[in-house]
């Protein structure tokens, strides 16, 4: 059984920055960041595997979101900058003890937080 837990949401104005934590307790490997607007699909944000290098980004990002790890501390995190109104969205964190093959799709995880609001206003 895993846990996750998000944290640090909240709302900024466009341009600005928010980083959202992760802790996952349990038995943990693949770790995802997904988000979903009012209306719209749960979409993959980014992904990674705790220990490895490799980091997974949706395409339409254009370099402005960075996901990390503390793998100790079983946490991720999702350092977000130049934030848009369209980032607007409920932000979750998910888990999987396995190392899944499609890390931005949502159906690879088992473990999931309950979201955190992202609000990107003037």
């Known amino acids: 059984q895993v846990h996750v837990v998000e944290s640090g949401g909240g709302s900024v104005q466009p341009g600005g920055s928010l980083r959202l934590s992760c802790t996952a307790s349990g038995d943990s490997y693949s770790m995802g960041w997904f988000r979903q607007a009012p209306g719209k699909q749960r979409e993959g944000v980014a992904a990674?595997?705790?220990?490895?290098?490799?980091?997974y980004y949706a395409e339409n990002l254009n370099g402005r979101f960075t996901i990390s790890q503390d793998a100790a501390r079983d946490t991720v995190y999702l350092q977000m900058n130049e934030l848009k109104p369209d980032d607007t969205a409920k932000y979750y964190c998910?888990?999987?003890?396995?190392?899944?093959?499609?890390?931005?799709?949502?159906?690879?995880?088992?473990?999931w937080g309950q979201g955190i609001q992202v609000t990107v206003s003037s």
């Open positions: 998910a888990a999987d003890p396995r190392g899944v093959a499609w890390p931005l799709l949502p159906g690879e995880y088992g473990y």
């Open positions: 990674l595997y705790f220990g490895q290098r490799p980091t």
